[in-house]
């Protein structure tokens, strides 16, 4: 688009500090939601106005959460191109009861409405995200009445976002393990699950995993606590390099992580097991070149018209580690 073609809009005094709250939200680009629906159709019966919308404003787009009386062909449109920029730049409430006489929207395509009033969606640090907004095909202006629950129900629609946010939060909160950022055990268990379920249907080859790093005691014995979790957030690194996008690896707890690989039979697990055993074995450690590591490799997979369940998966892998560990460590075993 050529810079004679974009239409200007005016920025937020706290433009990045608003656009690192709304990106952080995880709103922008989420599906239709009914809650959201519901608060924009009220919007417009208690103004009585066929238009309304949750808009949210990014870096240079306008992004359309819900919309009331209008199916939207694309949700997103310049930033410019609507009176939620300067509702979120510059005041909580903006009415434009004729848009074809204000200098801000005169030259703004405008179809479809004639009247605007929005009022911010402002987080509970008073930051300006964006708006909730009615538009009317008549000139007018909404009563003050309206005008105040258009308020009120602009605080409930960022209510709801903020909701929605911290849910998803607590979600990832419980499903990964703070320290390396994987899969913790709950997460593990729930894939299995699925996978087994997913597989006596379709029977593809389905393999698991246990890892345990030989003498990590002596490891936070040596080298200290600290250490030995740098040690942990290495091995995690290297375990998820050398996975697929489907695979999962997760950490089971203390200086045990497991992996579910999708597609892979025995002899491809053990393949897998052993160029990673390997990459382990040859890992520098971050401000340790003397310290060494390796781990010992426990691989099953699930074969077909036997029953599993994560336990016995878990229970024949972990049989498997445990001869590594008797025959020596830093092996892999299988079965
Ligand atoms: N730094 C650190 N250490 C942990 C963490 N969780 C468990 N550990 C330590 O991991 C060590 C596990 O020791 P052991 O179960 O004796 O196993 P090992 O020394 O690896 O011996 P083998 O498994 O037999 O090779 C213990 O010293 C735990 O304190 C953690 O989050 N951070």
Known sequence: MADSDRLHFPLAEDESRRLAALHQLGILDTPREDDFDLLTELAAELCGTPYAFVVLIDADRIWVKSAFGMGLQDSSLQRGASPCAYVVAQQPMLVIEDVDLDPRTRNMPHAHFQMYAGAQLRTSDGLALGTLCVEDSRVRRPSEKQLELLQRLAQQVMQLIELRAAKRELLHQASTDALTGLANRRALFQRLQQELARNSRHHFALSFVVIDIDHFKTVNDRYGHATGDVVLQQVAECLRLHSRETDLIARFGGEEF????????????????????????????????????????????????QDHTPDTLFSAADKAVYRAKQAGRDRVESG
């Open 258 to 305: 497991c992996a579910i690989l999708i597609d892979s039979d025995l002899e491809m697990a053990v393949q897998w097991a052993d160029r990673t055993r390997v990459a382990l074995h040859n890992m520098q450690i971050n401000g340790f070149p003397q310290l060494r590591i390796s781990a010992s490799f426990g691989v099953t997979s699930v074969s077909k018209g």
